[in-house]
Each structure stands twice: as C-alpha cells, then as structure tokens.
C-alpha cells in the first residue's frame, strides 16, 4: 500500500507580513494524521495570482493532495479562485446551485447578496463544491487540490466535509514523553543510537526552555507498527530514567 | 532603489505532523518589516536533507536574503547545518572559535562537551557565525542564507546579530482600522474602487468571527509614501462611518 501524502498552500500577505500567525497549516495537519495523511510540505504565497499558480502546479503534481487555504472571500483581494482556474487551465463563472444556496441564506438574514457576494459563487469548471456550514460561501475540490477559507473555524468546518472523499493511508501511531530538566545534548547520542535501531519509527527531539527553570525535552516516536511503537517507547523512558528524569507520557 | 525581498524556510517534522505551531515566520516578519525587507515566501519542509536543499537553492536565487529555522542542534534529527552545506556543494567541520566559546560555557556550567554537544559546532566552510546569547550554540551565515535555531526565544536573539548585516529597503508603512460588526460583503464594492484607485497602496481585508457578536473586518493599507497612506486610511474611515460603524486604529 502506497502512503498518500499531502501538502498545504497558505495564501494570504497578512501571514507574510507577520499580521496574522497561521494555525490551518497545525489543523490541517492534525486532522489528516489520524486517517494516515501526512502532510510532507508546506508553502505560504502572497496574494498574486502567479505565485499562487506556480506554487499549486508544483505541489498538485507532488502530493496525492493539496490544501489550500484563504482567499475566496468577496473583497478584491481575494483572488484564490481565479488563481486555481489558471492553474487548472480552465474556466470559471457563477455555480447555479451555490447562487441558488446562497441567495436563499442571504434572504434569509435579510441581506442583500451583492456582486461581491456573488463573486464568492465563482467556481472553476469542473471543481466539485466544499460544503461551508459556518457562513455559506463554499469551497471546492478542483481534482486532487482541495480549495479552504482562511478563517480558521471555516476552515475547519471544510475539513468535515473533505473527509470522506480522502483514501486514507496506513495510520501512523505516536507517542510523546516529556522529560523537564532534561537536556539535549546529555540524550543526543544514545537517541541516535535508538534512531539507528529502529528506522522504521521516527524519532524527534524537541526542546522547551520557558525560564523559571521550566525547561526540559520532548522526544516524539511516530510509526505504523504499535508493536515496535511500544518498544521505543520502553528505550525513551529508559534512557530518560537513566538520567534520574522522570518521563511523562502525553495524551496520544 | 530595488526593494529587497526575503524568504522564509522553516525546517521540521514537528511543523508538519501539527505538533508544533510555528511562530518563527511571524517574529522573522515583524522584524523585518520596519526595516523595509518584506517577507515573500515562505517553505516548510522535513527533515529530509534533499528536500532542505532544494528549497534553500529554489529560495536563495529567488529573494535577497532567505532565514531558515530550525535542525541545528545536537540531536540525529538536527541536519540543516550539512544540509546547508550540501546546497552550497561546500564542505562542513567543527569552526575553532565555536568550539573554544562552547568548551568555555559548558565548563562554567559544570557540563560534559559531549560529542553530540560539539556537532552544534559545525559550521559550513565558508559561513560566518550568528551568536546565541540565549544557549551558546550559534548561528551561521552563508551568503545570503541566514540559519537560525528553531526555538523561537533564541531565533529572535539571533535575528539581533543579524540585523546589521541587512541592507533594509524602503520602509513600508501601515495602518489597520477595526470595523466590529462590519461584513465584507457590504464593503467589497467600494473597498475594491478604493483600492483601484491608489494601486501603489496594498489593502487587505480581513474578517473575523470570534462568536458571542464579536465579528467584523480589519482593513490593513501598507504603503511607502506616508501621505498617500493617509488618504486612503480617510476613504476606509469614510466607507466604514457610512455603514454605522466606528472605525478603531490599532497601533502601528
């Protein structure tokens, strides 16, 4: 079995400017990984249709899917839509279904549906739409690219929707020991000499310094065999205990 | 004057698995703009090495100065610094004075210089060092290629190192306006004639829906030409007061 894998596209210049911090990348990610996506790559590109073009070709023809996010709302910087139809070489106009949604929701809260709000039903030519149970304007699937809102909640409704139409791969398991007072460089070799035993499972080591001597190391194992998992684990603590640290195992 | 442009590669898998929620590209931003070097880009990727190689070369023939974070440290999964050195095809050993500086500190720390702790001493032929006043291990400097710890406390000290090493550009300045209770789709019409109307000023929207009634719009405008930026910051107060609504300044 093939392991799909995935990537994700941020547009915006409020996350280049530094306006906004991203969290879609982290819960992309964090939903796709239990059903065996991992996400292999992220890039985040400006508001210019020909950086967004190029950056979809690349990562469409890398990954089994896309993710993009932000971009497809009415304002005129919001140029997402137009950037995925030239990307696919197609066209794009008004969906009758999406206009007859989102007219009826626009009567409904008594709000005039503008062409501003008319350019949110501008769909590619073939893309399939993603459901937007939050605020209407919906996304769209243009084959394996996945088209989101950037507001984070919207986003994430999305996801609900995109779900089943993913082929999941192999789950990766994980766990995570926490071990405060730990440092790096005491653990760097013999975390080497686990990683070298077990390639199949990877190991990550990451280290907190949040002063008032709260500090330590995480050290994460991911793999598909819980077995080995469990073995891993098992050498984690022990090296830890070995250094008179006790390790805390996080909620998986 | 060319405006000079920056890149950003954030490097690792904890990036990509959602464990971790990157805040280096935002502080790298933050500082970078007063000093008029705007953020274009940005890659996250593994910690695979050719995949580190080929963004680093994609990203430093692409803008004038690229920051990467992340994967120098002592640990197996740290491997930017020879991934570094592999995308400038130079070769990579331990620098004398890093290693002279770190002996030192982890003497006074009372702390073992482990061979794992002297591979944070290794630095691409070629390279000038970045301090780390946080943690000792530094930084390196390989032409336009700026490489800086993942821990985001010591990214920002090192970006203080770097700093004079910069040739800023232009500042760009900007204001953001908060309109509570404002729709995108009541302003899209005119905000897009505004920004037609001043094309070297750059108008962002960008709605939020914190729930409990807390929703609206931030308008941002960046512009060089402080005067220019005035007038339309008048237009979007205008548009926004036509509507009901009270625009609010958020500090520059």
């Given at each position: 079995m093939t392991q799909p894998t995935a990537a994700v596209l941020l547009i915006g210049d409020e996350l280049l400017s530094g306006r906004t911090r991203d969290i879609n990348l982290q819960q992309i990610a964090q939903y796709l990984e239990p059903i065996g996506i991992p996400v292999r790559e992220c890039r985040t590109v400006s508001d210019v249709q020909e950086e967004i073009v190029a950056a979809v070709n690349a990562l469409r023809a890398k990954y089994t899917y896309v993710f993009t996010t932000g971009g497809?709302?009415?304002t005129h910087d919001d140029i997402t839509a137009d950037a995925i139809a030239a990307a696919f070489n197609t066209g794009i106009s008004e969906h009758p279904e999406v206009i007859a949604d989102m007219a009826k929701r626009y009567e409904a809260m008594n709000t005039e549906?503008?062409?501003?709000?008319?350019?949110?039903?501008?769909?590619?030519?073939?893309?399939?739409?993603?459901?937007?149970?939050?605020?209407?304007?919906?996304?769209?699937?243009?084959?394996?690219?996945?088209?989101?809102?950037?507001?984070?909640?919207?986003?994430?409704?999305?996801?609900?929707?995109?779900?089943p139409r993913l082929e999941g791969g192999e789950r990766v398991h994980k766990v995570q020991l926490r071990g405060t007072g730990l440092r790096e460089g005491d653990i760097a070799e013999r975390l080497g000499a686990i990683a070298k035993t077990y390639p199949s499972v990877s190991i990550g080591s990451y280290p907190w310094y949040l002063g008032m001597g709260d500090n330590g190391v995480a050290l994460v194992a991911r793999a598909t065999d819980t077995g080995l998992l469990a073995t891993v684990q098992g050498e984690l603590e022990a090296l830890m205990r070995s250094l008179g640290v006790e390790p805390v195992l996080d909620p998986a």
């Amino acid at each position: 079995m093939t392991q799909p894998t995935a990537a994700v596209l941020l547009i915006g210049d409020e996350l280049l400017s530094g306006r906004t911090r991203d969290i879609n990348l982290q819960q992309i990610a964090q939903y796709l990984e239990p059903i065996g996506i991992p996400v292999r790559e992220c890039r985040t590109v400006s508001d210019v249709q020909e950086e967004i073009v190029a950056a979809v070709n690349a990562l469409r023809a890398k990954y089994t899917y896309v993710f993009t996010t932000g971009g497809i709302g009415p304002t005129h910087d919001d140029i997402t839509a137009d950037a995925i139809a030239a990307a696919f070489n197609t066209g794009i106009s008004e969906h009758p279904e999406v206009i007859a949604d989102m007219a009826k929701r626009y009567e409904a809260m008594n709000t005039e549906f503008t062409p501003a709000r008319r350019r949110m039903a501008r769909i590619p030519h073939g893309a399939k739409i993603v459901q937007n149970p939050v605020s209407g304007a919906p996304g769209f699937q243009m084959e394996n690219v996945f088209t989101l809102a950037g507001v984070p909640q919207i986003a994430r409704a999305m996801l609900e929707d995109i779900g089943p139409r993913l082929e999941g791969g192999e789950r990766v398991h994980k766990v995570q020991l926490r071990g405060t007072g730990l440092r790096e460089g005491d653990i760097a070799e013999r975390l080497g000499a686990i990683a070298k035993t077990y390639p199949s499972v990877s190991i990550g080591s990451y280290p907190w310094y949040l002063g008032m001597g709260d500090n330590g190391v995480a050290l994460v194992a991911r793999a598909t065999d819980t077995g080995l998992l469990a073995t891993v684990q098992g050498e984690l603590e022990a090296l830890m205990r070995s250094l008179g640290v006790e390790p805390v195992l996080d909620p998986a």
